[in-house]
């Protein structure tokens, strides 16, 4: 009885819109979550490169196409928005490193330390998140 | 610490690397704007964890009612 009391409340608290977005919502995938995990896997173990200039705009370059693939599969699930936003999230992250080893040719080890870490933190909440959906 | 907590005292030290100068301006300016999208993957994946709790009230609301029906 408490739980139909609970549902009740749920039900006459929130707009019809939310309810129908929450019940619908994409579940887990494997493939998701993968792909976010090897985000932030490939970030943390990139730090180890960063005196390396050469390896680390490729490491700059593999994480942007990594998080591509990721936008461009959870874009075309359907209700899949939160996802796809913090897939985009991602790429614009990537992106940003990215575009710092293309138009500097001497990026400096601390700047490559740092942004790795901010897309291995952004991954990592991702991936909490996403580990979450129902199964 | 939270997370904003975490993304003020980030801040901090992007700052302080930069007037040490460690890091040269164009990084600076790049580490700024990803603590701007760090703060808006905090916000969608909580968007997205409030959509889960209500999709597993929801299930376990209907479950409840089942066994009534």
Known sequence: ?135 | MNYLQQIAKLYEDYTFAYDAGQINAAEYKSLLEGLEIEKVVSTNAAELEYKENLNLAINTAIKAASAFV
């Open chain 1, 1 to 135: 009885m408490k739980k139909l009391i609970v549902a009740a409340i749920i039900a006459t608290s929130l707009s019809g819109c939310v309810l129908l977005d929450a019940y619908f919502m994409a579940g887990y995938d494997t493939n998701e979550y993968a792909l976010v995990n090897k985000i932030k896997t490939k970030a943390e173990l990139s730090v180890e490169d960063c005196k390396d200039v050469k390896k680390s705009r490729q490491n700059a370059e593999d994480l942007y196409f990594i998080a591509i693939e990721m936008k461009n599969f959870a874009e075309n699930i359907p209700r899949n928005v939160d996802t796809t936003k913090l897939a985009t999230n991602l790429v614009e992250l990537t992106k940003q490193g990215k575009e710092q080893y293309a138009k500097d040719s001497n990026v400096s080890e601390i700047f490559c330390k740092l942004k790795l870490q901010q897309i291995s933190r952004s991954a990592e909440v991702a991936q909490k998140v996403i580990g979450k959906k129902p199964r």
